[in-house]
């Protein structure tokens, strides 16, 4: 049995990442905002435009510290991060979602995201992926190496270098890899199903381009930014 041993420099890379990751949670006043008194469906939506775009923010901060993305092409690094805003919203709304938030909170948040003015058939695949994320317990470090890997996916449009971001992401795959490793000995299997839930996540961000379709329809406001990010309007 081989012996899974994560380097020196493979802990200084997920202590990079970590922090970077930790040093921005969604503003406690926004989530409190969500928390409290009824909305109207117009405020919830305007609610969730205003963490989308904020997370949109955290986003690029968060990307300018993985460990060589600024040594890619710059044209390369904009089309990342368009390419998995979605995704990486996501997976983060569903690791705060899933966090051990004060009883019936989460009911709460459920029930303002559910009357937001979102579709319901768009509704039901997220809340499945929140808790199919929910039911990984995944550590800090996890997620932050996950979300990671959903940034470097070198097959996103027009990525002219994909090789150099492959490089970084296999750096980050082998990480967690062995961290998955160490950290669930029973559970063989689960590395394969945190990549797996990429999967689920890709799906996610084809709803959601259907739902910015839809939303424009009935003309809901975005914010400048997830109309630059979200290539709308
Ligand atoms: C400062 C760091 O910010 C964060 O960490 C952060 C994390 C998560 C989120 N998440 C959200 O904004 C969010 C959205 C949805 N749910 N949801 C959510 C929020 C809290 C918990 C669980 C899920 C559904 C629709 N989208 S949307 O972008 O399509 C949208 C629809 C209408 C207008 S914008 C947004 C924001 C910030």
Not at 41 to 56: G, I, Y
Not at 90 to 101: G, N
Not at 115 to 141: D, R, V
Not at 153 to 171: F, H, I, M, N, S
Request: hydrophobic residues 40%; proline residues 4%; contains cysteine.
């Amino acid at each position: 049995k081989e012996k899974v041993e994560i380097t020196k420099e493979q802990q200084a890379l997920m202590k990079v990442i970590l922090d970077a990751y930790n040093r921005h949670q969604i503003p406690q006043d926004m989530a409190k905002k969500l928390l409290q008194d009824q909305y109207s469906a117009e405020e919830n939506f305007l609610l969730l435009t205003e963490m989308a775009t904020s997370q949109v923010q955290v986003l690029v901060e968060f990307t300018k510290n993985i460990p060589g993305f600024l040594t890619l092409d710059r044209e390369d690094q904009i089309a990342l991060l368009k390419g998995s805003a979605v995704e990486a919203m996501f997976l983060r709304s569903a690791q705060v979602f899933s966090r051990k938030m004060p009883n019936g909170h989460t009911e709460v948040l459920e029930e303002r995201i559910r009357k937001s003015g979102i579709s319901e058939e768009f509704i039901t695949p997220m809340f499945n992926f929140y808790k199919s994320i929910g039911e990984l317990h995944m550590m800090q470090e996890e997620q932050a190496l996950l979300t990671t890997i959903t940034i470097l996916t070198p097959d996103r449009p027009y990525v002219k270098d994909q090789q150099a971001v492959e490089r970084l992401q296999e750096t980050i795959l082998d990480v967690l890899r062995k961290l998955c490793v160490l950290q669930h000995p029973q559970e063989p299997q689960y590395f394969a199903r945190l990549l797996g839930r990429l999967t689920e996540l890709r799906t996610l961000s084809h709803y959601h381009a259907e739902m910015l379709t839809s939303w424009r329809v009935n003309d809901h406001k975005f914010t400048p930014l997830l109309c630059e990010i979200w290539d709308v309007q």
